[in-house]
Nanobody, 121 residues
Framework: QVQLVESGGGLVQAGGSLRLSCVASERTSYAMGWFRQAPGKEREFVAGDTWNGGATYYAESVKGRFTISRDKDKNTAYLQMNSLKPEDTAVYYC????????????????WGQGTQVTVSS
């Protein structure tokens, strides 16, 4: 059972940056995904990679602003978020698994508890 712990959320002004971290309890060969959920909305895909980090995928709304990466030696995945907008405000979750479809939340096996990101205008 892999445990994931996110950190790095907070309050930032529009145009600012944050870097989210997701530490896994053990070394994994899972694909990693980042999702977010705003109040009253469904959880949506933000970014993901393949098990070896060889390919990355992004939602259109964050493409060019967010970057997913991972440090295998630290069992940590990152989401660098630049040029943040108020509409990026949400709870951000990391997930791990062997998804057949990178962007589908139900395809992931393990989830973190989430970290709040608030972008003020």
């Amino acid at each position: 059972q892999v445990q994931l712990v996110e950190s790095g959320g907070g309050l930032v002004q529009a145009g600012g940056s944050l870097r989210l971290s997701c530490v896994a309890s053990e070394r994994t060969s899972y694909a990693m995904g980042w999702f977010r959920q705003a109040p009253g909305k469904e959880r949506e895909f933000v970014a993901g990679d393949t098990w070896n980090g060889g390919a990355t995928y992004y939602a259109e709304s964050v493409k060019g602003r967010f970057t997913i990466s991972r440090d295998k030696d630290k069992n940590t995945a990152y989401l660098q978020m630049n040029s943040l907008k108020p509409e990026d405000t949400a709870v951000y979750y990391c997930a791990a698994g062997t998804p057949l479809r990178i962007g589908v939340p139900g395809a992931y096996d393990y989830w973190g508890q989430g970290t709040q990101v608030t972008v003020s205008s």
